[in-house]
């Protein structure tokens, strides 16, 4: 039984502004990918500089399959170059999801 898997990377960027433009042509290539549900790109409110990635896939073998392609496509290139510190890259299984009640949301 296969899984949706979260893949989650916390990474410090050497230049905010390059590394904005790199990631979003870097997101419409990743869309293309097999087994590619959504990636939600995050800017640190309080640590400058420090970027995290929300990548949904359709299980963890697409993951892993996109991760090979990722090192030889170009316009990755230009994202990994301005990455200066990767804090974590993990992926995930769902264990539990738990909601706001109607009336909230």
Known sequence: MTHPCLELVVFKVKNKEKARLARRAAQDIARQFEGFVS??????????????????WQDLACAKAASEKIMSDQTFAALLAEIDAVVTMSHYAPDRTVEAPAAAA
Do not use: K, S
Not at 39 to 56: H, N, P
């Open 39 to 56: 990636w939600t790109a995050y800017e640190a409110v309080e640590d400058d500089g420090m970027f995290a990635d929300v990548v949904f």
